[in-house]
C-alpha cells in the first residue's frame, strides 16, 4: 500500500511506485485541511506535472487568509472554479473583441439563419426571415455591439407603428431580433443584456371581434369556388373545423381517416395533438379530393402539386376585398381575413349552445382563458342558468 507522507502541516504526498521525476519518484501532492468540521482531502497535482511543495503553500495560505476574512473561495475546488470562470470570462471578451465589428447582416447569413433553417420549422423559418428582410434590414449594417434601444426604436419600432400596424406585427419582429442577439450571445460575438428587454412595447388588445353571418359565409364561400376550388376546399375546412391556417395546410392524406370521419392535428402551436370529426361537407370536400394519393402527400398542393407551405393564396383577399367584406371598415380587428373563419367556427358553436370547455377543446386552445372570449355571445345559456334559481326562495 503506498503511504501518505507529510510534508509540512496540511501538506502531503504519496509517491508513484515506478513513474519518476528526474532521479526521484514521482509525488503526488495533496492538501488535507478541516473546515467547518469537515475534512477535505484536495489534489494539486503530480510534481511531473508542475505541482510542488511551494506550489502547496502558495494555495494553502491564500485559502487560509480566505478562512480568516469569510472572502473569495473556500476549498481549493472553489478556487479553481473561480479560475475557470475568469479563464471563460476573459475568452469570450476576447471573442467579442475579435467579432467586435460583425454586423447585424453577417452574423444573420452566417450563423443565425442557417442555425434556424436546421433546427426550426420551414414556416418559422420563413416567418423569421420575412420579418428580417422587412423590418430589421435597417439594423443590417450595424454591428452587434452598436445595436442599443436607441437604434431598435428609432429604425424598427418607428416605422412599424407610423404604418399603423398591430403591436403584433412590432412583436413579432422584435421577437426575431431577440433570438438573433441571444444566439451571439452563446456565440461570443455579443455580450450584455438583450437590448430588445429594455424595449417598452404598446399594448393593444388586437383580437379580432369580426365573424361571418351564415349568409355571409354561403356568399364568400360560392364566390371562393368560383375562382379556386383548392382555396374554396381549405376556407370550408377551416371555417367548419376551427383548424388554424397552418394546421390546415399541414394536414396529409395520412391524417385524414375517411372510413370514420376523423381528422388527425398534428404538430400543433401549442405541441397538443388533437382529433377532429368531420362534417358531411367536409366528409363530401376530402372525398372528392382524393385520388389514391400516399398517405404521406399533402392534402392542399399549390397550382404545380407540389406542398403548399407558403401559405393561404392571395386569392382569399381579393375575394373578399370583391365582396365588399371590409368595405368602409378601418379597425384590423374588424376586417374579413383568412383567420376569421376559425374565429367564425367558435363563434357559431358558443352562439348554437355548445359549452365552452368543449370549443376550448375543438380549437387546441392551451387554456379556457382563450375561449372565453366567446363567452358573450352565450346570453340565452347564461340566462337559462341563473333561470333554474326561479322559485327557490320565497321573498320575505
Not at 414556416?123 to 452598436?146: G, I, M, Q
Not at 375562382?227 to 395520412?254: C, F, I, M, Y
Amino acid at each position: 500500500m503506498i503511504k501518505w507522507i507529510s510534508a509540512g502541516r496540511g501538506i502531503r504526498y504519496k509517491e508513484h511506485e515506478t513513474r519518476r521525476h528526474g532521479k526521484r519518484p514521482d509525488r503526488y501532492w495533496c492538501l488535507q485541511f478541516k473546515l467547518n468540521g469537515r475534512t477535505y482531502n484536495e489534489a494539486v497535482g503530480w510534481w511531473s506535472l508542475g505541482a510542488n511543495q511551494a506550489e502547496c503553500e502558495r494555495l494553502l495560505a491564500k485559502l487560509r487568509e480566505n478562512w480568516r476574512t469569510g472572502q473569495g473561495p473556500q476549498t481549493l475546488r472553489e478556487m479553481r472554479a473561480e479560475g475557470e470562470a475568469a479563464r471563460a470570462a476573459e475568452k469570450r471578451r476576447q471573442e467579442i473583441k475579435a467579432h467586435g465589428d460583425m454586423t447585424l447582416a453577417d452574423f444573420w447569413e452566417t450563423k443565425y439563419y442557417p442555425q434556424a433553417a436546421m433546427h426550426k420549422a420551414a414556416n418559422s423559418v420563413r416567418t423569421e426571415r420575412l420579418f428580417y428582410e422587412k423590418w430589421l434590414r435597417p439594423l443590417a449594417h450595424l454591428p452587434l455591439k452598436d445595436i442599443g434601444r436607441e437604434q431598435i426604436e428609432i429604425l424598427v419600432m418607428r416605422p412599424i407603428l407610423a404604418k399603423g400596424l398591430s403591436p403584433r406585427t412590432l412583436e413579432y419582429a422584435l421577437a426575431t431580433l431577440s433570438q438573433v442577439w441571444n444566439l451571439a450571445v452563446e456565440y461570443g460575438i455579443a455580450a450584455g443584456q438583450n437590448p430588445v428587454s429594455r424595449i417598452k412595447k404598446p399594448r393593444k388588445d388586437n383580437k379580432r371581434v369580426r365573424f361571418l353571418t351564415e349568409a355571409e359565409a354561403d356568399q364568400l364561400l360560392a364566390a371562393l369556388k368560383a375562382r379556386s376550388p383548392e382555396v374554396h376546399d381549405l376556407a370550408l375546412l377551416t371555417l367548419l373545423t376551427g383548424l388554424r391556417p397552418k394546421e390546415a395546410l399541414a394536414l396529409t392524406w395520412a391524417d385524414v381517416d375517411l372510413a370514420t370521419g376523423s381528422i388527425f392535428v398534428k404538430d400543433t402551436k401549442n405541441r397538443k395533438n388533437r382529433h377532429l370529426n368531420m362534417t358531411s361537407e367536409i366528409s363530401t370536400m376530402f372525398q372528392s379530393r382524393y385520388s389514391g394519393q400516399p398517405g404521406r402527400a399533402s392534402v392542399f398542393v399549390t397550382t404545380k402539386g407540389e406542398e403548399n407551405s407558403w401559405g393561404v393564396s392571395s386569392t382569399f383577399s381579393r375575394t373578399v376585398a370583391d365582396l365588399g367584406l371590409n368595405e368602409g371598415i378601418s379597425d384590423p380587428r374588424q376586417k374579413v381575413v383568412f383567420y376569421t373563419l376559425r374565429h367564425t367556427f367558435a363563434s357559431w358553436l358558443v352562439q348554437k349552445g355548445v359549452p365552452l370547455y368543449n370549443v376550448s377543446q375543438l380549437m387546441g386552445h392551451s387554456d379556457l382563458q382563450m375561449t372565453k372570449r366567446y363567452a358573450h355571445l352565450a346570453p340565452e345559456n347564461q340566462k337559462a342558468a341563473i333561470m333554474v334559481l326561479e322559485g327557490v326562495v320565497t321573498p320575505g
